[in-house]
């Protein structure tokens, strides 16, 4: 090989891993963001198939406030105003905030409930006690913690507070039972307080409030121990 | 024959119910509500006569002698609880990172901590078992002059912060007929003394620890309602980290931090009044 050669070849060389080296962590940005999206569209398809959405075209499209985790502030909620169609029937209407608050919000890293959990039903009691029933996902995928946990019953309960005022309560059940905890920490044998406004307590409701326990044992006195 | 047996019977019984319908049920010592009574407090009948009475008024007007309370004691446990354990994991990191683990590391630091303030410290479990909420409840609960210190890593969080939790409000007027309270709510009693207690171990953590919040806030968790004590719950961000050795250096700045809100809180707590804990 003459001189030449050998010198159009070393400068190709060197122009190919310059474009390498800019184009190849472009590259794989793309390949993640596709398999990402690859795995949210079965996510959703999986949703789907278990829980068809509600949405009937022909109801009114309202302002909708759904509560992911804030962009700006660590551990913090923010309201996310959408227009969709929504029934003035307070079950169909949660159902239907629900299973968009699930769907998750555009930005993924926002999500405050896990992308394979679905609401497997809504009841709404006499006395405004929302029961939510979701799938186990809603236990076994969220990441486990204090402030995880209590992020995404707080997202449920202020979605439920801003668009379904005949909520009062909130109880949740993992697969139609009643479990100890979410996911370690955040305690569902009682409920939480969704209508902020007209209630005299902030979170958690005794669990006696809405079934019947029996007590451990029992301590003398509501004030400091002798 | 048969007859008479039955009105041999019949006559205890009734005798029985008159008993218990003409007396006085404090007397009879049963509660017939279902809820054993609190200890007496030895209140004295008004009604006594003046001459048994020593400081009764020369005017025969009944006079309530003073009763000196039972001493209270001051802090001096604390009661340390390594979260999970066992076959639970709690949180789970990338890297291998267990909740489990992370905490026992902690709590190993902070027993260090508190021992130098002085604290006889109490852990919840030993080794890698689990123990159930309710049986660390009945650990804390078994102590006098305590409180109890839940201590967890969590999987979200920026890395390098830590929260401090409280129970959050409960409602209404939550005391049984008799002042009993239920086990499941025991934590409500002393809600206003664990808010004391985590805002001076959250005012600490947060000078130490960039990011973390400046007041303490509320979460239901499983393992706080049922403590009859000042409680709080720790939770450091997060075993999501990529290396241990990150969260390991976290370790012993949050332990000082805690066992000097602690020592602060002490004070608090001795000089708070009796029944004042909600």
Redo the contacts between chains.
């Keep these: 090989m003459n001189p030449r050669w050998r010198q159009w070849l070393f400068i190709g060389l060197a122009a190919a891993v310059l474009v390498a080296a800019v184009f190849l962590p472009l590259l794989r940005r793309s390949v993640k963001r596709s398999a990402r999206l690859q795995v949210q569209s079965e996510e959703q398809a999986r949703r789907e198939l278990l829980h068809p959405t509600i949405v009937n075209s022909s109801e009114p499209r309202v302002k909708t406030s759904l509560f992911w985790a804030s962009p700006e502030q660590d551990g913090a909620l923010a309201a996310v105003s959408v227009q969709m169609p929504l029934s003035n029937d307070p079950v169909l209407r949660a159902k239907q905030v629900l299973d968009t608050l699930l769907a998750g919000p555009v930005d993924a890293d926002l999500r405050t409930l896990p992308p394979d959990a679905a609401l497997l039903e809504f009841y709404l009691l006499p006395d405004g006690t929302g029961v939510a029933d979701f799938s186990d996902p809603m236990a076994t995928s969220l990441p486990s913690g204090i402030e995880s946990e209590q992020m995404a019953v707080d997202s449920i309960a202020r979605t439920l507070e801003a668009n379904v005022p005949q909520v009062q309560r909130l109880k949740i059940l993992i697969h139609g039972q009643e479990a100890e905890t979410l996911a370690g920490h955040v305690d569902l044998t009682g409920t939480f307080v969704v209508n902020t406004k007209g209630a005299v307590a902030s979170a958690a409701v005794a669990p006696e409030m809405l079934t019947p326990t029996s007590a451990p044992g029992k301590l003398s006195q509501p004030e400091r121990k002798p | 024959m048969l007859h008479g047996v039955r009105n041999a019977a019949v006559f205890p019984f009734l005798a029985g119910v008159l008993v218990l319908l003409t007396c006085d049920p404090d007397q009879v010592g049963v509660n017939l509500t279902g809820?054993?009574k609190?200890?007496s407090h030895q209140a004295p009948s008004a009604t006594a006569p003046a001459s048994q009475t020593p400081g009764a008024s020369q005017s025969g007007v009944p006079v309530r002698p003073t009763l000196t309370p039972?001493a209270?004691?001051t802090l001096s446990v604390v009661v340390l609880d390594p979260?999970?354990g066992g076959t639970?994991p709690?949180?789970?990191g990338g890297a291998g990172l267990h909740?489990s683990d992370v905490v026992v590391a902690l709590a190993s630091n902070l027993r260090a901590a508190l021992e130098k303030e002085g604290f006889q410290v109490i852990f919840t479990r030993q080794g890698n078992d689990n123990p159930s909420?309710?049986d660390r409840s009945?650990l804390a609960?078994a102590?006098?002059?305590?409180i109890f210190v839940s201590l967890?890593?969590?999987?979200?969080?920026?890395p390098g912060?830590v929260?401090v939790?409280t129970?959050?409000?409960?409602?209404?007027n939550?005391?049984a007929p008799g002042?009993?309270?239920?086990?499941?709510?025991?934590q409500?009693?002393?809600l206003t003394?664990s808010r004391k207690l985590a805002d001076i171990a959250q005012g600490e953590l947060a000078k130490q620890f960039k990011?973390s919040?400046n007041s303490a806030?509320?979460?239901?968790?499983?393992?706080l309602?049922s403590i009859?004590?000042p409680a709080i719950?720790v939770?450091l961000?997060?075993v999501s980290v990529d290396d241990r050795s990150e969260l390991d250096r976290m370790l012993p700045g949050v332990a000082d931090a805690v066992a000097r809100a602690i020592a602060s809180f002490k004070p608090v707590y001795d000089s708070?009044p009796?029944?004042?804990?909600?």
């Design positions: 809820f054993l609190p200890p039972p209270r004691p979260a999970h639970d709690g949180a789970r909740e909420f309710d009945t609960n102590q006098s002059g305590a967890h890593a969590g999987s979200t969080g920026l912060t929260r939790y129970c959050p409000d409960a409602p209404g939550l005391a002042g009993l309270l239920p086990w499941n709510r025991a409500a009693a002393f003394l990011g919040p806030p509320t979460a239901a968790i499983r393992q309602r009859a004590a719950a939770e961000s997060s708070w009796p029944g004042g804990g909600g």
